[in-house]
């Protein structure tokens, strides 16, 4: 049992430092992606609404589709840490009311205790945790940015 208390430790620390030496790149490569979702969609459907869609057309899809693989390479790793993550609390949680001898089942709960009290997180210099949310939220600010480009550029930039 002291074991995974060693190892529990391990990994909360690999993740602080992870989010500690990691964020600054990966804020800027987010960001990035952020950008590139909202300028290749923009010049995609404005050579869809000009009615040809060409070789440039083609080519602005595998961007997208290229830039939406980029934020899932960032963001999937980290959701499935932790995924894992709930999974193995719900587990130390099933085995603290499970018959043991005392020392167990004190350990047992102090390791409980430590996964309801210090969760992990993975975050870009503390602005936005990196799970599954981002990609939403990230649909959301893309969406929202090609309205507007479209609005200051009127009917769809003819």
Do not use: M
């Given at each position: 049992m002291i074991e995974l208390l060693k190892v529990y430790?391990?990994?909360k620390d690999s993740v602080e430092i992870i989010n500690s030496s990691a964020s600054n790149g990966v804020l800027l490569l987010i960001?990035?992606?952020?950008?590139?979702?909202?300028?290749t969609p923009y010049f995609l459907?404005?050579?869809?609404?000009k009615?040809?869609?060409?070789?440039?057309?083609?080519?602005?899809?595998?961007?997208?589709?290229?830039h939406i693989g980029r934020?899932?390479?960032?963001?999937?790793?980290?959701?499935?840490?932790?995924?894992?993550?709930?999974?193995?609390?719900?587990?130390?949680s099933e085995m603290a009311l499970l018959e043991f001898d005392k020392e167990t089942k004190k350990l047992l709960k102090h390791f409980a205790s430590q996964f309801f009290y210090a969760e992990i997180s993975f975050h870009?210099?503390?602005?936005?945790?990196?799970?599954?949310?981002?990609?939403?939220?990230?649909?959301?600010?893309?969406?929202t940015y090609l309205v507007i480009l479209f609005q200051f550029n009127g009917n769809?930039?003819?």
């Open positions: 430790g391990k990994i960001l990035s992606c952020l950008l590139h979702l909202v300028v459907l404005l050579e869809i609404f009615g040809k869609f060409s070789f440039f057309g083609t080519l602005q899809v595998l961007w997208v589709l290229g934020l899932l390479i960032l963001v999937e790793p980290c959701q499935n840490c932790l995924d894992e993550y709930k999974i193995t609390s719900s587990l130390i870009a210099c503390g602005f936005f945790a990196i799970n599954r949310n981002l990609l939403t939220s990230v649909c959301g600010a893309v969406t769809g930039g003819n």
